[in-house]
């Protein structure tokens, strides 16, 4: 029987970490993350866990200490957001090319400057080249399900990659719902004991990890590395359906919500795919008018193929964006996705929004504005601008 | 895989996770001394084994035995001359090339 709660999203990973109970955690606070540390730190002062907790000075030797632990043998969790993360960026990449399977708990904030304690995903999306797997959640329980499963995928033998549990920063970190939390016992048997092949600790095996590559060696690397990203597909769904089994709830590289037998589909990232689902369900019953969602979970693998699958004959598709990657053109997922429909020839007409940058409101009118251009466009076949705003000011 | 399998034609595939190395000491197999373009001469006769060359040698690469230093491991050495400015009898001398 599931245990029925009320939780934050920041409550619902901390009460994930305690069920877990990781080796060891070295955190630095951030806004608006620093709740999951200091309730760890308080089950940690409770005697809930025997989590090793390392005080650090800043983010950058946060990740540095979770790549020593790990390489050491241990199971890692660190949380952060913002700008904490992007003095982690160095490391970042240094967890994934040496294969550590750390978990990390991003609350996406806007990144400086200027300065904003608000959501959007400048943050990940900043880091999405970086080699973590990146999962994104737009509920508490879908984060608390997310994290559940975050161990089991980056510690696999055929993946053995970090993983970064993503949520909307205040939107879900600190705004309560409704949540269903799995026995701490049934928690233990999904997530398993950590048995790495290779540590520092084994005596009986000395390692070197993280070892200089000469340009010989460097590209045959990065070939093995993109090759564990290119497993980890296989395994996150193996995952899900393992949890789908203990759980019921379902999961899997996006949901795709009355999307298909839809025309015109909106494709989102996180909180506000909750905001586009009213907006879907009353456009539907008000019109009949065949509106759908594709709502990204996994975004680094990046699903090409099945997403590409998914939208290729609709009449009109607009990606939404919240954060910039400033290339004068489009955001990070409109870029991907549109790239994805060019590789199954896809004639659907295609349109990029921004939206929510720095935790601005995104409304269901807002959505139906959008159905409605899309609708618009799908007759006219008039793109008037590919790379429009939400919610700007003009 | 063991690392011995492993040199500049292994193909990806055979490449360890990390790049991880699952045996100790292994650098002693990593020939540094390939990338010298000076070389050390250690002059015998004029040494009187102070052994002040030794630890500045930021490659360990002058032995030392019963008290005394051997002739330089070239194996390691890079050639950086360190040696010879600490020298104080001038008993090392840098030469061109290898
Ligand atoms: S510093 Fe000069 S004299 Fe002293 S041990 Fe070395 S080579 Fe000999
Ligand atoms: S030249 Fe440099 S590397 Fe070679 S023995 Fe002297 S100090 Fe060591």
């Known amino acids: 029987m599931a245990i029925r709660e009320r939780l934050s999203g920041n409550e619902a990973v901390a ?6 109970n990781p080796d060891v955690m070295p955190a630095f606070p951030i806004t608006p993350s620093t709740e999951i540390p200091q309730y760890v730190a308080n089950d940690m002062a409770n005697g809930k866990i025997d989590t090793e ?52 708990a991003l609350v996406n904030r806007a990144l400086s400057g200027p300065i904003n304690i608000n959501a959007d995903h400048s943050d990940s999306m900043g880091a999405r080249d970086s080699g973590w797997i990146q999962i994104y959640a737009e509920s508490n329980q879908e984060v608390y399900d997310n994290f559940l499963q975050a161990y089991p995928i980056a510690e696999h033998e055929a993946v053995r990659l970090p993983v970064m549990i993503c949520q909307d920063g205040f ?15 049934k928690v233990r048997e999904f997530v398993g004991e950590y048995c ?24 045959e690397t990065k070939r093995a590395q993109r090759e564990a990203m290119i497993r980890a597909k296989r395994v996150i769904l193996e995952t899900a ?27 989102i990232i996180g909180s506000a795919a909750g905001t586009c689902k009213a907006a879907v369900d009353e456009i539907r019953s008000a019109t009949g008018k065949k509106v759908g969602l594709l709502k ?22 607009a990606v939404l964006d919240r954060s910039e990657m400033f290339a004068a053109a489009g955001g990070p997922l409109g870029a991907e996705v549109r790239a994805a429909l060019y590789s ?23 959505f139906k504005e959008v159905y409605r251009k899309l609708e618009e466009l799908s007759k006219t076949h008039e793109v008037r601008d590919m790379y429009a705003y939400i919610g700007l000011r003009e | 895989m063991r690392n011995e399998a492993i040199n500049e034609k292994s193909p990806w595939q055979n490449i360890t996770e990390g790049n991880q190395i699952y045996e100790p000491a292994t650098s002693r197999r990593f020939c540094t001394g390939e990338w010298r ?35 330089f491991d070239y194996d390691h050495c890079k050639g950086c001359g360190i040696c010879e400015k600490v020298c104080p009898f001038g008993a090392i001398e840098m030469k061109e090339g290898k």
């Open chain 1, 241 to 267: 359906e393992r949890f789908a089994r203990l759980t019921g709830r379902k999961y899997g590289f996006f949901e795709e919500y009355r999307l298909e037998d839809a025309d015109y589909a909106i494709v």
């Open chain 1, 196 to 219: 790495p092949a290779h540590y520092l600790l084994n005596a009986d095996e000395p390692m070197a990890v993280g070892p200089y590559a000469v340009s010989a060696y460097y590209m």
């Open chain 2, 37 to 71: 373009t000076s070389t050390p001469v250690y002059k015998k006769d004029k040494c009187r084994q102070c052994l002040l060359c030794v630890p500045v040698c930021p490659d360990s690469s002058i032995p030392v035995r019963e008290g005394r230093r051997q002739e």
């Open chain 1, 344 to 366: 199954v020839k896809s004639r659907t007409e295609f349109v990029n929004y921004f939206y929510g940058l720095g935790g601005r409101d995104i409304t269901v009118e807002d």
């Open chain 1, 15 to 20: 009460y994930a970490i305690r069920q877990i």
């Open chain 1, 296 to 317: 990204i979970r996994v975004f680094r693998p990046f699903p090409e193929e099945e997403l590409a699958m998914a939208l290729r004959d609709k009449k009109a598709v």
């Open chain 1, 53 to 104: 907790f390392i005080h650090v000075e800043s983010e950058h030797s946060a990740m540095s200490a979770a790549i020593g632990a790990a390489a050491a043998g241990a199971r890692v969790v660190t949380a952060t957001s913002s700008c904490g993360m992007a003095l982690m960026w160095e490391e970042l990449y240094v967890a994934a090319s040496d294969r550590l399977p750390v978990v990390l």
């Open chain 1, 171 to 185: 939107i879900t970190s600190h705004g309560v719902e409704n949540i269903l939390l799995l026995e701490d016992e």
